[in-house]
């Protein structure tokens, strides 16, 4: 379809609606029970809203259905960015994963931490440039991370993360540019006990 403007230039292009999967449903819907449970929603109401839940299609749609009950949904639609010139950097702990996080390293380090963060989407990009510092990404154990589409100059990329992932897991995607620094996704590294654990013979 041909699109034209009388001063000549081209029309903004929209942003695509943002997609939600399976977990991202469910999520919602556990928030709608929690707002009956609370008194905040009318036990005749849920039905109606767990059906239009059940059936949305992108984070536009789920926010509507949620959008009369602050505080027991929030859209996770805003991006995550960290960013360092030269210092350390560290995202770990309990915190919630949006769908899309930018990573900027310019010389330094930044190190991103999932094992213990709340994700309810079933996939999240991360859109990563390493200039000459490090990134590293800790995930849990059957998670995925794909790096496909990540490249490289003269610095280096490595994924550890290499074990069958669980049905339904969580997936990573990377994309960006590794410049002369490094780029790593791993598991969070065992404790003595658990590795003695692991190597005890049957």
């Known amino acids: 379809m041909e699109r034209t403007m009388a001063d000549g230039h081209e029309p903004p292009v929209p942003e695509p609606a943002i997609r939600v999967g399976d977990a991202d449903r469910e999520a919602a819907a556990e928030r709608l029970r ?40 929030r859209s996770e639609g805003r991006p995550l960015t960290l960013h360092t010139a030269s210092g350390s950097l560290q995202k ?72 069958r992932p669980e049905p339904g897991a969580r997936v990573l995607r990377v994309v960006g540019h590794v410049h002369s620094g490094s780029f790593r996704a791993r598991y969070r590294r065992r404790t003595f006990r658990q590795w003695l654990a692991g190597h005890r013979a049957p």
């Open 92 to 163: 770990n702990g309990y915190w919630t994963v949006p769908s899309q996080i930018t990573v900027k390293c310019e010389s330094g380090a930044i190190k991103i931490d999932f094992t213990e963060a709340e994700c309810h989407h079933q996939e999240v990009e991360v859109s990563v440039e390493v200039m000459s510092g490090s990134v590293t990404l800790i995930v849990p154990r059957g998670w995925v991370v794909d790096m496909d589409d990540v490249s490289t100059g003269s610095g280096s990329v490595g994924n550890k993360v290499t074990e």
């Open 34 to 73: 929690t707002a009956v449970a609370e008194g905040q929603l009318e036990l005749a109401e849920l039905d109606e809203r767990l059906a239009a839940t059940y059936t949305a299609r992108t984070r536009t749609e789920l926010d509507s259905i949620m959008a009369d009950l602050p505080g027991v949904y």
